[in-house]
């Protein structure tokens, strides 16, 4: 990696459907905890940080305010998502800084404004060095009332394809939403009671995903399906 002067990084953090089903967010509440980020050559600056975040149900999604943490370990937990954030004093002994935002920060460049899709970008300046290995953790904070809102009604399994885990190759659900303007090939399908079912292929109608493989999980009727991860975060490093 001679040469090499700076460093992209995408991160999905895993947001448990039932607690995105169990209702909105509030401020002070975990959005997701600590996740891993590679920094394969140590000692690294943050110089960018871009965040997209999709929804289920409105035309735009509702902007809001939070922070994104940075720690050296992931071995204290932010907390349970969706619920208040962790006061556990050892917090403090792995953070390597913050960055927040506002929510004035979504959507800027208001050309690539997408319906059930926002997007912010930040411009940090934190040199930040991994405690072992290559990793370093990202975590999040809502800061504001009633933000995020990721549950919904909207995206619901039918009975046409319900059934075992390895018996389905499709999932059709009842037409609440375009599921075509919200989910994408490789996004992980999950039931709100925490099952599994399997990544999307391709998003073949409105109203029907084709599956890599077949099902992982039990598919139920009335289900409703979210995304593991509707956050999406692309982090650039520059190399110090």
């Known amino acids: 990696m001679a040469g090499i002067k700076y460093h992209s990084v995408t991160v999905k953090p895993t947001i448990t459907a039932s607690l995105q089903h169990g209702g909105v967010f509030t401020s002070g509440d975990v959005v997701f905890d600590w996740t891993e980020i590679q920094v394969p050559r140590g000692a690294s600056k943050l110089v960018s940080l871009t965040a997209k975040c999709r929804d289920y149900t409105a035309g735009k999604m509702t902007d809001w305010a939070g ?17 208040a954030v962790s006061q556990n004093a050892s917090l403090a002994n792995s ?27 930040k411009t940090p300046n934190i040199v930040m060095t991994p405690n072992s290995g290559d990793s370093i953790y990202i975590g999040c904070e809502s800061m504001q009332s009633n933000e995020p809102a990721l549950n919904h009604t909207t995206v619901r399994a039918t009975a046409t394809n319900a059934g075992a885990a390895g018996t389905q190759a499709q999932l ?12 994408a090939p490789e996004d992980v ?7 599994v079912i399997g990544t999307v292929e391709t ?38």
């Not at 935002?101 to 997408?114: K, L, P, Q, R, Y």
């Not at 609440?176 to 303007?181: A, F, L, P, T, Y």
């Open 203 to 240: 998003v073949s109608s409105s109203t029907v995903f084709n599956l890599k493989g077949t099902n992982t999980g039990i598919i139920a009727d009335d289900d409703y399906i979210y995304m593991q991860s509707p956050i999406t975060l692309i982090l650039g490093f520059e190399y110090v």
């Open 95 to 121: 953070f390597l800084g913050l960055q927040s935002f506002t929510a004035n920060d979504w959507d800027e460049n208001t050309a690539f404004s997408i319906d059930y899709f926002s997007s912010l970008h």
């Open 172 to 183: 059709e659900i009842d037409g609440g939403v375009d599921i075509q303007n919200v989910f």
């Open 67 to 83: 922070v994104f943490y940075f720690s050296n370990s992931n071995s204290v937990s932010l907390g349970t998502i969706n619920s």
């Open 189 to 195: 399908l999950v039931a709100h009671g925490d099952v």
